[in-house]
C-alpha cells in the first residue's frame, strides 16, 4: 500500500471471514498477528478497548430551540440487507424541494427466500410523502433486488435499476430497467436488460448506474457460480469480472454491453466482488472506484462519456491478484466499502474503509482472517500526491477520554454487516465548493444488554473541494435516541438548502445469519429519510428538537455583508442573558461573546469580529436553553 499518513485504532481482534461471506472461528494466532506488523512505513496508532458508563448524548442536550434536522418514515422492509459493502443512490432530490427514494422491499423475511422482494418507492412533491405501506411494495414486474435510482433531465424520467434473481430457482438473469416520465405518480415499465443468452451462466449483478447526459452509465459484477447455474464467468483470466456498460437514452440503444474496462487486468485482477465498487458522472466525466479486501483501490476515470478510460491505483494490495490461498502477512486493506464523487471541475474525491487481513499456513483454502476493530475512513483527491491520503472519518469519542469505548461484546458475530470494519459504508457528494460524506460508525454509550454497539449515521464535510475538513464529526441520527440502530446510509448527489438521507432503522443490531443472528431475517425494517439543513452543517448543530423557541427571533444583521462590524437585530420576549458565537465554514470559533441582562424588546447585539477573512460564517444565539442560527457573510 502508498503511505498513509493518519491515526487508526487497531482492535486487538481477528475474525476468520471466508469468500462466502460466512464467519468462522478466530486463528490461534490473531494476538501474535497483531504484533507482526510488517509495514513499518504506515504510522497506526493502537488503541485500547475499554467499557465504562459513558452515555450517548440525547437530543435534549443539543438545546432547546430550532428543528434542525426532519427524519420521516418513508418505507418498510423485511429485507435487512441493503448492500453488501458500497452504497447504492437510493435518494435523490429534485428541483422545486421535491426527493425521491427507493430501496430493496420485501414483504417476508431473509429464511422464507423473500419471494416478494424489489424495489420499493417513495416520492415527496413537495408538500408530503407517499403511504410508507403502499410504496413498500415493488414497482418491478418480477423478484428484483438492490436498486439503484438515477433521474434523466433530458428525458424528464425517473430510472430504477434492479438485479434479477428469479423467485424459487435461484438463477441470476441480468438487470431489470424501471422506467417511469416524470415525477412521483406514473407508471412504471420494467424492461430485462443486459441478461445471459445462457440460462446456465450467471448474469450480473448489484448494479451501480448514474445518468450524465443523454447516457445512462451502469456498472456490475457477475455473480458466483451457484447449483443452479453451473458454468462460472471467466474473462480474460478473470473470474466473475466487474463490466461497465452504456445505454443511450434518446436512441434507447446499448452502445456499450458488459465491458472489461481498460486496464482491468488479471495482473492485478483475481476475481470481481459485489458492491465493492461505485460510480459518479458529471458532464462528460465518468469515474469509477473499485475495491475489496483483497485488492487495490483503483480509479476508473472517463472525461469522454465512457468511452476512453484512464486507471489510477491509490492504495495498492501488497499481493497482486491475490488468489485467496497464498499466504500474507497481517497487511492493511479496504474493506470493500468505496465511495467516489466528481466536483463541480470534474475532479474525482475518492474515499474508503480501513481494513486489515491476514491469511496464515492451515487456513482453509478460499478463506483469510480479518480484523473488524479498524476505525477509519481514508479519502484521496484526483489531482493529488498518491501519498496524500488522509483520514476524514473515525467512529468518535463522545466522552472525550482519548479512546473509542465499545461494550464487551462490540465484535460479536451479531452485530456485524459482512467484513465491515468500525467505520465503515462512506458515500459522498459534492456541490458548488463543498463535499458531504456520510459514514456508518458504532456509538459509544448505545449498547444493549449483551454489550453490542449499536450504529449511528456521522458526517464529515469541506468547503473548499477537499483541501480541508471540517473539525467536528457531526452525529446525524443521534437525536432518535438509544436502541436503535441506523444503516445503510445514503445521501442524495443533489441538494438544495438541505442534503437529504435515506437510511435502515430498527432495534435489530448487524446483519442476517443462519447460526448467529436469525431474527435479522424476520424484522421489519423502517426506511427513513432524513433532510439536515445546510446551515446547521456548518454551524455544528443537527438533530429534531421540538420545543418552540417563544423566547426570541433573529430578526437580521445587518449590514450584511459587512466588515468588521455587523449587528444582529434579535426580538426578545423578556430580559435575559445571551450568547453569541461565530464559526467559520470549517467550524472554528473565531467569536464568542456574553451579553448580560438584555432588556425584553428588540435588541441589537454588535458584533465586532476585526479583521477575519472574507468569506461565509455561521453565528448561533443562545438563551436559557434555546438556539437559534443564521448566516453572514464577510467582505
Known amino acids: 500500500m502508498k503511505k498513509i499518513f493518519l491515526l487508526s485504532f487497531a482492535f486487538a481482534s481477528s475474525v476468520a471471514f471466508a469468500q462466502t461471506h460466512k464467519n468462522s472461528v478466530l486463528p490461534t494466532n490473531y494476538n501474535t498477528a497483531i504484533n507482526t506488523v510488517k509495514r513499518t512505513t504506515d504510522k497506526y496508532i493502537p488503541s485500547v478497548v475499554r467499557t465504562d458508563n459513558s452515555t450517548k448524548l440525547s437530543a435534549t442536550s443539543l438545546g432547546k430551540g430550532a428543528t434542525y434536522s426532519k427524519a420521516t418514515k418513508i418505507g418498510e422492509t423485511m429485507n435487512n440487507q441493503q448492500t453488501n459493502g458500497s452504497i447504492y443512490t437510493r435518494v435523490y432530490a429534485h428541483a422545486g424541494g421535491k426527493v425521491s427514494a427507493t430501496w430493496t422491499s420485501a414483504q417476508e423475511g431473509i429464511p422464507s427466500g423473500s419471494s416478494s422482494r424489489g424495489a420499493g418507492y417513495n416520492h415527496f412533491n413537495g408538500t408530503s410523502w407517499g403511504n410508507p405501506i403502499q410504496s413498500s411494495l415493488r414497482i418491478d414486474p418480477e423478484r428484483t433486488g438492490f436498486p439503484n435510482y438515477t433521474y434523466s433531465a433530458a428525458t424528464n424520467e425517473e430510472l430504477v435499476l434492479s438485479h434479477i434473481v428469479k423467485a424459487g430457482t435461484g438463477l441470476t438473469g441480468g438487470l431489470m430497467l424501471n422506467r417511469k416520465t416524470g415525477l412521483g405518480a406514473g407508471t412504471w415499465t ?92 458529471k458532464g462528460s466525466n465518468v469515474a469509477i472506484l473499485i ?61 474508503w474503509a480501513l481494513a486489515r487481513m491476514i491469511r496464515t499456513a492451515g487456513t482453509a483454502n478460499g478463506s483469510y482472517s480479518y480484523y473488524p476493530g479498524q476505525n477509519s475512513i481514508l479519502y484521496w483527491k484526483e489531482g493529488t500526491s498518491l501519498d496524500s491520503i488522509n483520514l476524514v472519518g473515525q467512529s468518535p469519542d463522545v466522552d472525550g477520554n482519548g479512546n473509542l469505548d465499545l461494550g464487551t461484546s462490540w465484535n460479536a458475530a451479531g452485530t456485524r454487516y459482512f467484513s465491515n470494519s468500525i467505520a465503515t459504508m462512506p458515500h459522498a457528494m459534492s456541490v458548488d465548493n463543498s463535499i458531504y460524506m456520510i459514514f456508518s460508525g458504532m456509538t459509544e454509550g448505545d449498547v444493549d444488554a449483551n454489550g453490542r454497539n449499536y450504529r449511528d449515521v456521522y458526517l464529515r464535510y469541506s468547503s473548499d473541494l477537499g483541501t480541508t475538513w471540517s473539525t467536528k464529526t457531526l452525529n446525524l441520527t443521534e437525536f432518535i435516541g438509544f436502541n436503535q440502530e441506523q444503516v445503510f446510509a445514503s445521501i442524495s448527489p443533489t441538494s438544495d438548502e438541505n442534503i437529504h438521507i435515506t437510511f435502515s432503522q430498527s432495534i435489530i443490531i448487524g446483519g442476517y445469519d443462519a447460526t448467529d443472528n436469525t431474527d435479522a431475517g424476520n424484522t421489519n425494517y423502517e426506511i427513513m429519510h432524513l433532510s439536515v439543513p445546510i446551515v446547521n452543517i456548518l454551524a455544528g448543530n443537527v438533530g429534531v428538537i421540538n420545543a418552540k423557541n417563544d423566547l426570541f427571533n433573529i430578526v437580521s444583521n445587518y449590514p450584511n455583508p459587512f466588515k468588521g462590524t455587523t449587528n444582529i437585530e434579535v426580538n426578545f420576549a423578556q430580559s435575559t442573558n445571551a450568547t453569541v458565537k461565530v464559526m467559520n465554514i470549517m467550524g472554528q470559533e473565531v467569536y464568542n461573546q456574553n451579553f448580560n441582562k438584555i432588556a425584553a424588546g428588540l435588541n441589537n447585539l454588535e458584533i465586532n469580529l476585526g479583521n477575519v477573512a472574507a468569506g461565509v460564517y455561521i453565528y448561533s444565539i443562545e438563551a436559557n436553553g434555546f438556539k437559534t442560527t443564521g448566516k453572514m457573510i464577510a467582505e
Open 190 to 281: 420494467g424492461t430485462a436488460v443486459l441478461d445471459s443468452s445462457n440460462v446456465l451462466i450467471p448474469g450480473i449483478l448489484w448494479n451501480r448506474s448514474v445518468v450524465s447526459g443523454n447516457y445512462l452509465h451502469v456498472f456490475a459484477s457477475y455473480t458466483d457460480s451457484s447449483s443452479a447455474q453451473p458454468n462460472s464467468v471467466k474473462i480474460n483470466g478473470i473470474k466473475n469480472p466487474q463490466v461497465y456498460s452504456r445505454l443511450n437514452l434518446t436512441t434507447n440503444a446499448w452502445e456499450v454491453k458488459k465491458m472489461l474496462l481498460p486496464g482491468y487486468t488479471a495482473e492485478r485482477i483475481y476475481s470481481g466482488g459485489g458492491d465493492n465498487y461505485a460510480m459518479d458522472a
Open 291 to 351: 475495491g475489496g479486501m483483497s485488492d487495490d483501490v483503483q480509479l476508473y476515470k472517463s472525461s469522454d462519456n465512457g468511452s476512453n478510460w484512464t486507471k489510477t491505483i491509490i492504495d495498492s494490495f501488497p499481493v497482486p491478484a491475490f488468489d485467496y490461498i497464498s499466504l500474507i502477512d497481517t497487511t492493511y486493506s479496504n474493506d470493500g466499502s468505496v465511495s467516489v464523487t466528481l466536483d463541480k471541475n470534474g475532479n474525482a474525491h475518492c474515499f
